[in-house]
């Protein structure tokens, strides 16, 4: 969903758009990480939460 958010974004410059699109950085972050591993059930920190993250 993020993804086809940079498609339909307006840039100011033409450079920011082809930075966009090259890199196309639509990482969680550490808080969607935590709402993530809370809708999986497992408490950010523990050790289930770490095995969930290495995938």
């Known amino acids: 969903m993020l993804d086809n958010a ?3 974004s307006r840039f100011p410059l033409p450079a ?3 930075e966009a699109l090259a ?3 639509i990482g969680l972050g550490v808080t969607g990480l935590a709402d993530a591993l809370a809708l999986c059930g497992a408490r950010y920190g523990a050790r289930e939460a770490v095995v969930l ?3």
């Open 16 to 18: 920011q758009r082809a």
């Open 53 to 55: 993250t290495e995938c």
């Open 23 to 25: 890199k196309r950085r």
């Open 6 to 8: 940079i498609d339909v």
